[in-house]
């Protein structure tokens, strides 16, 4: 009898959906000009005891300027 191999399946996409790149949005504001979309957000705290994250500067909040009809990022910033 043949050895059957099972197929992966994905269950969840880490840090997929909208604004992904900014974590949990806080805040958005409209650009008329442009007609692109300011938001701001936070991706969360990291806690691991084996590093440092205070001493190398990593900052859980995130701005992302995104296309308002697909919700892609253009441009992203760490604040």
Sequence with gaps: MPRVT??????RVLGGGPFAEIGEPSVAVPD??????AVGG???SV????NGTADDGWGGHRIGVYEPDVL????LLRS
């Excluded at 008329?32 to 979309?37: A, E, M, N, T």
């Excluded at 806690?47 to 084996?50: A, I, L």
């Excluded at 892609?72 to 441009?75: A, E, S, Y």
């Design 72 to 75: 892609r990022c253009r441009h």
């Design 32 to 37: 008329d000009r442009s007609g692109l979309v």
């Design 42 to 44: 936070d991706v969360g």
């Design 6 to 11: 099972p197929v992966p399946t994905v269950r």
């Design 47 to 50: 806690q691991w005891s084996g």
